[in-house]
């Protein structure tokens, strides 16, 4: 039986000397080929990346900057919830945010995916005059400003007229 500090003596070894997207993306294929064994094959077995100490080296957590008033009203609903540490707020996964999304579109005849929400969001407060470093680095979490202003596009010649004459008022 393969243990966590062989997989942990394992990513070590193939991982020294990389980038830390490279660590985390060989923990990431490693852990879903563990699950796919598990799932498919043998559901007695253990994943052995799902030690605590593997999770912390090799997929460090994000923070999400969010307003106070949201982060009062989430913790107010996790608390009224009951919803435990190691439970998900929202437990969706990304098929099942497509399904939604897709489905409000057909409801109203518009083809849409979760990442056009996502594009729109990052233009309007763009457009809205937030610092294009803030929308890169804070909302999109972008390592890299030029994929950003890749992103957003473009703007038409009314936008750059508006803001012309609005800069200063």
């Known amino acids: 039986m393969i243990s966590s500090d062989d997989i942990m003596n394992f990513l070590v070894t193939v991982t020294e000397g990389h980038k830390s997207s490279t660590k985390k993306l ?42 106070k008033k949201v982060a009062v009203r989430l913790r107010e609903y996790i608390a009224l919830e009951n919803i435990k540490d190691d439970n998900r707020v929202f437990p969706l996964g990304y098929t ?41 680095k804070i909302i999109l979490r972008h390592s890299n400003l030029s994929t950003t202003q890749r992103y957003l596009g473009k703007a038409s010649d009314n ?11």
């Open 26 to 67: 060989k923990y990431s294929l490693l852990k879903t080929f563990f699950n796919f064994i598990k799932n498919s094959i043998d559901q007695s077995i253990s994943n052995p990346c799902d030690s605590p100490i593997l999770k912390k080296i090799f997929k460090a957590a994000k923070g999400v900057f969010i307003p």
């Open 96 to 136: 099942r945010t497509r399904e939604i999304v897709k489905n409000a579109g057909n409801k109203i005849g518009v083809f849409v995916k979760p990442h056009d929400l996502r594009r729109h969001a990052a233009t309007y407060v763009s457009r809205s005059g937030v610092p294009i470093e803030i929308v890169s």
């Open 159 to 169: 936008e750059a007229i508006y803001w012309i004459e609005n800069i200063y008022r």
